[in-house]
């Protein structure tokens, strides 16, 4: 699996909170302008435009869980935590919490520090 998937599709190893802040921007952009494009072949409704809508979706999904759950490898927390997603407000504080606090220093029980300087 080359590099760029390998990133948005693992859940194995940690990501840092730069990293993680790209990938979610470069993500999201991606989704928005397949879904564009989706909505500019298929038409704004309709069944094809919403079946399209609910690929783009399920995809994105599946690279934001992974990407989640990297980022919580990160911070020496199992990926179950993804489940605070799905919880309104705390969904918002845990948004934050992944984007603002700092991982452990050096090793932990998801592997190497990702800022570790050899």
């Known amino acids: 699996m080359n590099g760029f998937l390998k990133n948005y599709l693992s859940i194995e190893g940690r990501m840092n909170r730069l990293p993680f802040l790209k990938?979610?921007?470069?993500l999201t952009l991606i989704l928005f302008l397949i879904g564009f494009v989706l909505h500019l072949a298929f038409g704004?409704?309709?069944f094809m435009s919403n079946a399209a809508d609910l690929v783009v979706s399920i995809i994105g999904f599946g690279g934001y869980v992974s990407l989640m759950i990297r980022r919580l490898h990160d911070l020496d927390k199992g990926g179950i935590?993804?489940?605070?997603?799905?919880i309104?407000?705390?969904n918002i504080i845990f948004a934050i919490y992944l984007?603002?606090?700092k991982g452990t220093d050096g090793y932990n029980?998801?592997?190497e520090d990702p800022l570790a300087r050899y």
């Open 23 to 26: 990938y979610n921007v470069t």
């Open 109 to 111: 029980q998801f592997g």
């Open 88 to 90: 309104p407000i705390v």
């Open 44 to 46: 704004i409704e309709g």
């Open 99 to 101: 984007f603002c606090v």
């Open 81 to 86: 935590w993804v489940l605070l997603n799905f």
